[in-house]
């Protein structure tokens, strides 16, 4: 008893230590300084998957090769954690521009959405816009932002902080289940995906830092599975909750839903008999995760809004031959004006018609996504994420990630299933399936799939895998290649399972601190347009003139380095106009309270107040025509601080 108790105790010890040990390895890469190996590291964790995937990849595994288990957590922990911290500071560092970020730090595009629409919720008590489609991303990134006191960066770093801890559970998790080297390359295609959203205001994260979760939960429920194992029941049913969360935040492989059931019923079967009684769980715990988010949705989004706003659009490119998601504005513009719900309606309508009238266009659609999914194509692929600026490594990369996946597939149909094929098994099956009704060559870099993008990615581990157990069987035939850990318990378990509970509390906790203020006008001069918002210098971005003694760092950078990386943004009036703002100027991203637009303050620094406030502003808002709006980009005339924090 004694015993058992020490030894509890100390993995107590060891696991606070890994939690402090990464949180400094995270805080240590962050924290901004000029040191140019660091900026030169940081850039090529976010950019360049050459030298990265060598680095990172050699380092994982060895550490994961160290016999002593604690010494190896920690090394792990150190690859881990230090990779996704770097993959933000890549953005950071060197205050990049990017389709969805301005500087390295003002949202744009789908994550102004988001953003703003977040901002709304913590400044008027509900969500708007893009952010009230996806409310629990919505709700939780507002609780970090409230956390955080509006501080943009450390609300983005909680979030990064997260996803390394879900991937560092992974890997712990996997690598008791598959061979350290596959556990290694589970790691590299995941972390190659989400690098490109750590920083980022997308729903992309929370349907990642979800589907990665469940994925330790599933993986660990099939290592401990045997008939009478409750723990490992409890273990796949948390992993059922968390898909189905992942799924309600960023809708992907809908299609594994309805297979969940059918897998724990026969994972936990009686003499070859489903087990209903497991099925039935699993189908009420996914009706009551879809119920939660129904239900967060009806009590925090604003009342005009929906949450499946782009329903059907995908559906419509396959069935008129595979043509983008926008095809259907080119076709029927008039859906287009048409409010939400009826054109909802519409579009399903219109669906419906087309197939009926072409089904064959259907089929040519499903082949064509085929055909751009299977390939080397570098943005709409399956692996196109991987690709980088060296095509000899890319075409190599990929390839071999192709071949790796169609080993998997050879040995999941070769023998007797495991519980570990028939996870497999399931979630690819669930992926094809969804691809029906949610194509993935319609947006880049498979983003529609976030939350499935690491259990997809367990295909090419198994792959690997068992190419490994081959290898040492062809030159250590005396050796056995080792059977699977079955310990029950482990801290990855916990973690995704804090994972869990963290989300499903964040409505409550986010509710109680938002607040539901109303602004009225009180006029300008004739000719200016009006303004209130609530100025935070921690999610502003300083454009500086150019100087040796400015030193390019988030939240300051020079005029030099802010013009060198806008031109990754779309489109070219909008590159255009954000190239021609002059320095010195802030720029700061928020909602004017008044009428819940979004806009672009830009002024001079010296104007606005050193702390947060809310601003009264008169001045001009114009759009990037640089015609007057209701929205875009506000040049104050004069400014009134109503009250300071």
Not at 40 to 53: D, G, I, P
Request: glycine share 8%.
């Amino acid at each position: 008893m004694k015993n058992s108790s020490g030894k509890r105790f100390s993995e107590i010890l060891i696991t606070i230590g890994l939690l402090i040990f990464s949180a400094l390895i995270f805080l240590l890469v962050l924290t901004p300084r000029e040191i140019p190996l660091l900026k030169t590291a940081s850039v090529l964790a976010r950019y360049n998957t050459t030298r990265f995937v060598l680095a990172a990849g050699l380092l994982l595994f060895a550490g994961l090769m160290i016999k002593n288990e604690s010494l190896s957590s920690f090394a792990a922990a150190g690859v881990i954690f230090a990779s996704v911290a770097l993959s933000l500071n890549g953005l950071w560092a060197g205050a990049y521009s990017e389709n969805y970020v301005l500087a390295g730090l003002i949202p744009r595009s789908d994550a102004y959405g988001f953003y703003t629409g977040i901002i709304t919720f913590l400044e008027k008590g509900y969500l708007d816009g893009l952010a009230a489609r996806r409310p629990l991303f919505g709700i939780l990134f507002g609780l970090f932002l409230n956390l955080s006191r509006g501080n943009l960066q450390i609300a983005l770093g909680i979030y990064a902080y997260l996803i390394a801890l879900s991937l560092f559970a992974m890997v712990s998790e996997a690598r008791k289940v598959i061979h350290p080297l596959a556990a290694t390359l589970l790691f590299l295609i995941a972390f190659l995906f989400i690098r490109r959203f750590t920083g980022i205001t997308m729903s992309e994260q929370i349907g990642f830092l979800l589907g990665t979760a469940a994925l330790t939960a599933f993986l660990s429920a099939v290592r401990m599975n045997s008939k009478d194992n409750k723990a490992s029941q409890y273990t796949f049913l948390l992993g059922v909750c968390l898909f189905a969360l992942s799924q309600a935040t960023r809708p992907g492989s809908m299609a594994l839903l309805p297979l969940l059931p059918a897998l724990g019923g026969w994972l936990w079967n009686s003499g070859r008999r489903l087990n209903w009684r497991m099925a039935g769980i699993v189908v009420l715990i996914i009706a009551a995760v879809f119920g939660f988010n129904n239900l967060v949705f009806r009590n925090l989004a604003a009342e005009d809004t929906i949450q499946t706003g782009n329903f059907g659009y995908g559906v419509y490119g396959l069935a008129v031959g595979g043509k983008g998601w926008d095809q259907i504005f080119s076709d029927h513009p008039v859906v287009n004006t048409l409010p939400h719900g009826e054109r909802e309606a519409r579009i399903l309508q219109i669906i419906i018609e087309t197939l009926k009238d072409n089904p064959g266009d259907y089929v040519r659609g499903m082949l064509k996504q085929f055909g751009v999914l299977f390939s080397f194509q570098p943005t709409n692929s399956f692996f196109s994420y991987m690709w980088s600026a060296n095509q000899f490594f890319s075409y190599a990369l990929v390839g071999a990630s192709f071949a790796l996946c169609l080993t998997g597939i050879f040995y999941l149909l070769k023998q007797s299933f495991s519980n570990l094929k028939l996870l497999i098994i399931t979630i690819l099956v669930g992926f094809l399936a969804s691809l029906t009704v949610a194509p993935a060559y319609q947006t880049q870099y498979m983003r529609v799939y976030a939350a499935s993008i690491a259990p997809l990615a367990l295909l090419p581990a198994f792959g690997l895998h068992q190419l490994t157990i081959l290898f040492k069987e062809k030159l250590f035939p005396d050796k056995q290649p080792g059977s699977t850990q079955t310990k029950n318990g482990s801290l990855s378990v916990w973690t995704s399972a804090f994972i869990a509970v963290f989300i499903l509390c964040a409505p409550v906790l986010a509710g109680m601190a938002a607040s539901n203020s109303t602004y009225s006008a009180e006029g300008c001069p004739e000719g200016q347009d009006e303004a209130v918002l609530r100025y935070n210098p921690s999610a502003s971005i300083f454009i500086h003139r150019n100087s040796p003694d400015i030193y390019t760092w988030v939240p300051h950078i020079t005029q030099l380095d802010y013009k060198g990386s806008i031109h990754n943004i779309c489109c070219a009036d909008e590159i255009d106009y954000f190239k021609h703002i002059p320095a010195p100027n802030v720029i700061f991203g928020t909602v004017n309270l008044l009428d819940d637009n979004a806009i672009y303050l830009i002024a001079e620094a010296e104007l606005l107040p050193e702390e947060s406030a809310y601003l009264r502003i008169c001045g001009r808002i114009e759009n990037v025509r640089r015609e007057r709006s209701d929205s875009g980009f506000l040049y104050p005339a004069r400014i009134k601080i109503l009250d300071s924090e």
